[in-house]
């Protein structure tokens, strides 16, 4: 998709008159500097929705490499147990930061940021984990031939699994708490 500056630069290019004919604060520019201005909020936004998406993107790749060979929907249980493989991932790099931190040391950042995902996860988990429904056959099957695009996630069917054991449809693109 071809920026705003670009074919605000075009349209300046073309006008008749001399090349630096551009001064400080005349139309033309003024419109170059709110295309550029412009290009980079579009940019910074997009970034900061693809970093928001990874969480989501992360667990859903976890989660597929969690379907069962012979396909066959996941019990109750066995949910359960991939929700908590998916909770003590980052357990062995926990353990690795905690030795290598010699006593009396502040913690490091990495650490303190792992630790404050691990908590979020588990705060998810206690009110409703929002995950594919790896109890329906139809959605493993979409959810084994999906390529890592997040556009091509809003076919798949999603739910929130709670720690007691409930479970309730939920919606893609996630929103919020259950």
Known sequence: MPSKFAKVQKQVSKKKGAALALHENSRDALRLRSAVARDDRVARLGAMREKMNDVYLNRIVFLQDEIPDPLRPLTDAEVHHVIAKYLRREDEAMAALKAERRPGRPKSTKQTLLEQQQDQE????????????????????KLRNWKGEWIALSPLGYVRVDKSGNKKESAFPPKGAA
Do not use: R, V
């Not at 588990?122 to 493993?140: N, R, V």
């Open 122 to 141: 588990q705060k998810e988990y206690d009110s409703g984990f929002w995950m594919p429904d790896m109890q329906s056959e139809a959605t493993l099957t």
